[in-house]
């Protein structure tokens, strides 16, 4: 499959172009130069072929952060079959540009000169100045009126060989128009906010405050389970800004995937990559890091959107935090996230080497005292940045996988909650006998488990943590959230 990079200076229409060719709003676009940071891939049909494009941060320089998004916007076109070079038809041809283009042109690959914002006919005459390029693929195109850009598809169509064709001769491909959605501000934060009792201040987010026993509640919100899916594994990497997230992401991967900076904040829109391991296929997604709701600047708003669809559609979810900074407030709010959304997790201490080693056993007292709700989910000590010990996270990714992905058999949770009921039988209430008459397991991933009864809401929410702690001791949970519905014979 040819790889197509989308690159230029910041704030051309480099990610309107990315989601125009993909046909949904997939990158983040706004007027704030410098949104994409990191290399987007995503595949894509021109025309009648399938090619893989990559959006690419903008070519500027001056700070750290920026000279690093430019470095791997570079390097992603170098490493493309196809270049689209996108300049800003609204202003006048840049020196830096023309430089870079006739360097990608002596990389003997296909190059096109994409001249954006032409938005009517009057502006058509600023084309003529963009032919001092010397190129006869020059295309002036407006990607927000989706105006002639046929012409286009069809040059990327024709660097494209037939054996990447997809589709029968004669069928149309759609290019529609995506609109922008406006959002509201207040309307927005009402909506994914609440806030922190102990601060004036918000955390961003869409769920309830976390109770104690929070594994038990909205158990008709967890995903179904596909079977189909159980050999891939998707994994969301989260945690507040500057903790290591784009680190560990390019640890786990082996290679500078996402860009790393001192500056907080660096992520902005979720980059995903898939890797094989033992069999599985395990999609990591580093995800813009969380701030309270006064911090959240401009664009972040639609970064952290993405972080809450993300999150609803992942299976497990490491959980970054700061080993060598005190634990927040806000650390414990971001994991609610992960509880409420029923995912396989796994803690991670980061920047392990610059912590203080001497005071572990204080530090994993305090994160299991701290995240109480996450009791099931294993704690692994690591550095991002010097690799230690990130060999070790795949295993166990896989190993918690299977926790949270197998099925035990009926008569073996019937056994675990025969002997439980014997140690402890259940409470009356108001005088009538409560009875459960068996156990099953109904869904996997999570592990759902429906106790049949005479009475479902008589089933207090101690004692289902009872039963929990009996199938835990049981079968190995580690790393699962494990959930129970109480219901009567025959229901549904």
Same mark, same amino acid.
């Given at each position: 499959?040819?790889?197509?990079?989308?690159?230029?200076?910041?704030?051309?229409?480099?990610?309107?172009?990315?989601?125009?060719?993909?046909?949904?709003?997939?990158?983040?676009?706004?007027?704030?130069?410098?949104?994409?940071?990191?290399?987007?891939?995503?595949?894509?049909?021109?025309?009648?072929?399938?090619?893989?494009?990559?959006?690419?941060?903008?070519?500027?320089?001056?700070?750290?952060?920026?000279?690093?998004?430019?470095?791997?916007?570079?390097?992603?076109?170098?490493?493309?079959?196809?270049? =689209?070079?996108?300049?800003?038809?609204?202003?006048?041809?840049?020196?830096?540009?023309?430089?870079?283009?006739?360097? =990608?042109?002596?990389?003997?690959?296909?190059?096109?000169?994409?001249?954006?914002?032409?938005?009517?006919?009057?502006?058509?005459?600023?084309?003529?100045?963009?032919?001092?390029?010397?190129?006869?693929?020059?295309?002036?195109?407006?990607?927000?009126?989706?105006?002639?850009?046929?012409?286009?598809?069809?040059?990327?169509?024709?660097?494209?060989?037939?054996?990447?064709?997809?589709?029968?001769?004669?069928?149309?491909?759609?290019?529609?128009?995506?609109?922008?959605?406006?959002?509201?501000?207040?309307?927005?934060?009402?909506?994914?906010?609440?806030?922190?009792?102990?601060?004036?201040?918000?955390?961003?987010?869409?769920?309830?405050?976390?109770?104690?026993?929070?594994?038990?509640?909205?158990?008709?919100?967890?995903?179904?389970?596909?079977?189909?899916?159980?050999?891939?594994?998707?994994?969301?990497?989260?945690?507040?800004?500057?903790?290591?997230?784009?680190?560990?992401?390019?640890?786990?991967?082996?290679?500078?995937?996402?860009?790393?900076?001192?500056?907080?904040?660096?992520?902005?829109?979720?980059?995903?990559?898939?890797?094989?391991?033992?069999?599985?296929?395990?999609?990591?997604?580093?995800?813009?890091?969380?701030?309270?709701?006064?911090?959240?600047?401009?664009?972040?708003?639609?970064? $952290?959107?993405?972080?809450?669809?993300?999150?609803?559609?992942?299976?497990?979810?490491?959980?970054?935090?700061?080993?060598?900074?005190?634990?927040?407030?806000?650390?414990?709010?971001?994991?609610?996230?992960?509880?409420?959304?029923?995912?396989?997790?796994?803690?991670?201490?980061?920047?392990?080497?610059?912590?203080?080693?001497?005071?572990?056993?204080?530090?994993?007292?305090?994160?299991?005292?701290?995240? *109480?709700?996450?009791?099931?989910?294993?704690?692994?000590?690591?550095?991002?940045?010097?690799?230690?010990?990130?060999? *070790?996270?795949?295993?166990?990714?896989?190993?918690?996988?299977?926790?949270?992905?197998?099925?035990?058999?009926?008569?073996?949770?019937?056994?675990?909650?025969?002997?439980?009921?014997?140690?402890?039988?259940?409470?009356?209430?108001?005088?009538?006998?409560?009875?459960?008459?068996?156990?099953?397991?109904?869904?996997?991933?999570?592990?759902?488990?429906?106790?049949?009864?005479?009475?479902?809401?008589? $089933?207090?929410?101690?004692?289902?943590?009872?039963?929990?702690?009996?199938?835990?001791?049981?079968?190995?949970?580690?790393?699962?959230? =494990?959930?129970?519905?109480?219901?009567?014979?025959?229901?549904?």
């Amino acid at each position: 499959m040819k790889k197509i990079a989308i690159i230029g200076r910041p704030n051309v229409g480099k990610s309107s172009l990315f989601n125009r060719l993909v046909k949904k709003r997939d990158a983040i676009t706004s007027d704030i130069a410098g949104t994409t940071r990191d290399i987007k891939r995503r595949n894509a049909i021109i025309i009648n072929k399938q090619v893989e494009l990559l959006d690419t941060g903008g070519l500027d320089k001056g700070c750290e952060l920026f000279d690093k998004i430019k470095e791997m916007s570079l390097k992603a076109a170098y490493m493309a079959d196809i270049i =689209l070079y996108v300049v800003d038809g609204k202003s006048i041809p840049e020196e830096e540009d023309k430089k870079l283009f006739y360097e =990608l042109q002596n990389l003997g690959k296909d190059v096109a000169l994409v001249v954006n914002k032409i938005d009517n006919d009057k502006m058509k005459d600023n084309l003529w100045d963009f032919y001092e390029f010397g190129t006869d693929a020059i295309f002036g195109i407006s990607v927000s009126h989706n105006r002639n850009t046929v012409e286009l598809l069809e040059w990327i169509a024709s660097c494209v060989p037939d054996s990447d064709i997809v589709k029968e001769e004669g069928e149309e491909d759609d290019v529609r128009v995506v609109e922008e959605d406006a959002i509201d501000d207040d309307e927005f934060f009402a909506q994914h906010s609440h806030e922190d009792q102990d601060s004036d201040e918000y955390i961003y987010w869409d769920e309830e405050e976390v109770e104690d026993d929070s594994i038990f509640a909205n158990n008709d919100l967890i995903k179904e389970y596909d079977e189909d899916d159980v050999n891939h594994i998707k994994i969301a990497i989260i945690g507040r800004t500057n903790v290591g997230k784009s680190s560990l992401l390019n640890a786990l991967l082996g290679e500078e995937r996402s860009v790393v900076s001192s500056v907080a904040g660096t992520t902005i829109d979720p980059i995903d990559e898939t890797v094989d391991y033992k069999g599985k296929q395990l999609t990591f997604v580093d995800t813009a890091g969380l701030r309270r709701r006064g911090k959240i600047l401009g664009i972040e708003k639609y970064a $952290l959107m993405r972080t809450t669809e993300m999150l609803e559609n992942a299976n497990m979810a490491l959980i970054v935090l700061d080993a060598s900074e005190p634990f927040l407030d806000l650390d414990e709010k971001i994991a609610g996230l992960v509880d409420s959304n029923r995912l396989a997790s796994i803690i991670v201490l980061n920047k392990w080497d610059i912590s203080k080693r001497d005071e572990h056993d204080k530090i994993i007292r305090e994160v299991r005292d701290r995240f *109480k709700f996450l009791a099931y989910a294993p704690i692994i000590t690591l550095s991002a940045k010097s690799h230690q010990r990130v060999d *070790k996270l795949h295993d166990m990714i896989l190993e918690i996988n299977e926790n949270y992905s197998q099925r035990i058999p009926t008569s073996k949770i019937n056994e675990v909650i025969e002997k439980a009921l014997r140690r402890h039988t259940l409470p009356s209430v108001s005088g009538q006998v409560i009875r459960i008459y068996y156990a099953t397991q109904y869904e996997t991933r999570p592990p759902k488990v429906a106790i049949i009864m005479n009475k479902p809401s008589g $089933l207090h929410f101690t004692y289902r943590r009872y039963l929990t702690n009996k199938l835990r001791e049981a079968f190995n949970f580690t790393g699962t959230p =494990l959930l129970f519905k109480a219901k009567k014979k025959g229901e549904k």
